[in-house]
């Protein structure tokens, strides 16, 4: 049975659709990220759940109850939101301890499930610091141990990592994933960063223009995008138009070439750039297999980045790594190639 259940969900704002007959689920003790771009929907997603926005149509399950109508603050779930929200004339466990006040709980449960919270975001000791002694880090953990303090079953994330830098995002990024494991909640997380998404969640959910495109597991989501807008959301794809023939092939004239697949390819593919491999020109024939000639070439650390223009006009992306050795230089003349396995057919 789904912890959480969306059906039909329908959002307008001055006559702008936000959100298009949205249907989801989310398995208890799932972490589920919501990806998207600018006005994709998910935060007003993320807002309807929560009951901070009223739905137009549609219905929000929660343990088979329906949620229609009742007010955030009676709904058995949190919201940890992007600015963290902390009151900054509160201590650390004050701001923590917040809501089970407000529910009336014991003094003396107060102070254990605070000091419960605390250790389980490793800040124990910080509990008489007011915020504005506290890293960016720190803020975060304490508006995460004061929204699992409740012991909520499901945790909606607005965008928890975007205030942090880079370095501290990914070690940051870890801790919420260690931590949604020890307390077993679902948490559903939107955000805006692909690589934050696959790394952290059970699923990935892409919404856009309201609507969801595709959800499944990261790997499945990456090396098999539904369609256009997955394939070239989720890294670098490469996307090609073409005739569909009798035998399956696609006939792809930008390309210069023939694109073969496992299935039969109806008029649209993608490539990853990482699944290219790249020969001297003229090293290699048959289908799957084009000329080009290196336009650009751009280093990254771990690979390079080849921009190839190939014999039709299609420049295509290739990940080019360096344990394969140099890569060809600006104006080098190469061959493509690619697995039957890696040309994915998608969606318009």
């Known amino acids: 049975m789904s912890l959480l259940k969306v059906e039909g969900l329908v959002k307008r704002f001055a006559g702008h659709v936000a959100l298009d007959g949205l249907d989801l689920e989310v398995a208890p003790g799932e972490f589920l990220a919501l990806l998207g ?55 650390v466990f004050d701001n923590v301890a917040y809501g089970l006040r407000r529910e009336g709980v014991a003094r003396e449960e107060i102070g254990r499930r605070v000091g419960e919270a605390l250790a389980l975001v490793h800040l124990t000791g910080f509990e008489a610091r ?20 409740k012991r909520p079953r499901l945790l909606l994330l607005d965008e928890p990592l975007t205030a942090l830098d880079a370095n ?25 960063d692909q690589d934050e998404a696959m790394a952290l969640a059970d699923r990935v959910a892409l ?98 980045l080849l921009l190839v223009r190939m014999a039709g006009g299609a420049v295509l992306r290739v990940a080019h790594a360096e344990e394969d050795g140099a890569p060809p230089e600006r104006g080098a003349s190469v061959t493509l190639a690619w697995d039957p396995d890696d040309v994915v057919p998608v969606a318009p």
């Open 130 to 149: 007011r915020p504005d002694k506290l890293s960016g880090g720190q803020k975060q953990r304490v508006a995460l141990a004061r929204s699992l303090v």
């Open 168 to 192: 501290l995002r990914e070690k940051t990024g870890f801790e919420l994933r260690a931590l949604q494991r020890a307390t077993g909640a679902a948490f559903v997380m939107v955000t805006h």
């Open 207 to 304: 919404l856009d223009k309201g609507r969801l495109v595709q959800v499944g597991a990261p790997r499945e989501v990456y090396d098999r995008p539904a369609t256009r807008f997955v394939a070239e959301f989720l890294g670098a794809a490469n996307l090609l138009e073409g005739r569909p023939l009798p035998d399956g092939r696609m006939e792809c004239p930008a390309l210069g070439g023939t694109l073969r697949a496992e299935t039969p390819l109806a008029g649209h593919a993608a490539i990853r750039a990482e699944r290219i491999r790249v020969a001297p020109g003229g090293a290699l024939s048959g289908d799957n297999v084009a000329l080009g000639l290196v336009e650009d070439v751009a280093f990254r650390g771990d690979d390079s």
């Open 37 to 91: 771009g600018s006005g994709s929907g998910k935060s007003t997603l993320l807002r309807l759940v929560a009951g901070f926005e009223a739905a137009d149509a549609g219905r929000i399950l929660l343990d088979g109850a329906d949620l229609t109508g009742v007010p955030p603050h009676k709904r058995p779930l949190n919201m940890m939101f992007q600015s963290y929200a902390l009151f900054p004339h509160l201590s």
